[in-house]
T-cell receptor, first 113, second 111 residues
């Protein structure tokens, strides 16, 4: 069966510090991978998605970047965090070609102080 | 651009009541529509996935319907229980393979 792992679960970082959140998927190959952010009082916002190694599409210009160094690994990064980067970050995967639904990780609560 | 709306934003019901949550989307060219449940501070748990060729899906006390022509989906919860209290999110997946979400309905079931 397929599983998705996301870590850390919580993170408190000072403004201006770097960020690295990691997401890995097991039990499948060549998944589509997604990073979403859920800010307080707002809906889920798609940040990045990837349909293959090294292929990253950005949905929203911002202080964040994403990378996919391996087939089942997706990393969300920032060189310098802003207060506005605080939120709940969720990784998800789906089979390619659409129609199969998304599976989400357990999320990372990021607080920038 | 796909937009998804969920009504109501919040709902409080007594235990045992049947209830309906609504989801509407602007672009009917979707692959599927997926309903999720989110408990406070947790990730999203998939409840039901309705493919574009389907009209409804059922799982236990949950039934989700899809009407692509009108851009609507409903999630029906029968005999609600306090454990059903959570935020319910619907997401519409289109040809771009991106899942677009509504802002959710926060459900409280009172004992």
């Amino acid at each position: 069966s397929q599983t998705i792992h996301q870590w850390p679960a919580t993170l408190v970082q000072p403004v201006g510090s770097p960020l690295s959140l990691e997401c890995t998927v097991e039990g499948t190959s060549n998944p589509n991978l997604y990073w979403y952010r859920q800010a307080a009082g707002r809906g889920l916002q798609l940040l990045f998605y990837s349909v293959g190694i090294g292929q990253i599409s950005s949905e929203v210009p911002q202080n964040l970047s994403a990378s996919r160094p391996q087939d089942r690994q997706f990393i969300l990064s920032s060189k310098k965090l802003l207060l506005s980067d605080s939120g709940f970050y969720l990784c998800a995967w789906a089979r390619g070609a659409g129609g199969y639904g998304y599976t989400f990780g357990s999320g990372t609560r990021l607080t920038v102080v | 651009k796909q937009e998804v709306t969920q009504i109501p934003a919040a709902l409080s019901v007594p235990e045992g009541e049947n209830l309906v949550l609504n989801c509407s989307f602007t672009d009917s060219a979707i692959y599927n529509l997926q309903w999720f449940r989110q408990d406070p501070g947790k990730g999203l748990t998939s409840l039901l996935l309705i493919q574009s060729s389907q009209r409804e899906q059922t799982s236990g006390r949950l039934n989700a319907s899809l009407d692509k022509s009108s851009g609507r989906s409903t999630l029906y919860i029968a005999a609600s229980q306090p454990g059903d209290s959570a935020t319910y999110l619907c997401g519409a997946q289109g040809g771009s393979e991106k899942l677009v979400f509504g802002k959710g309905t926060k459900l409280t079931v009172n004992p």
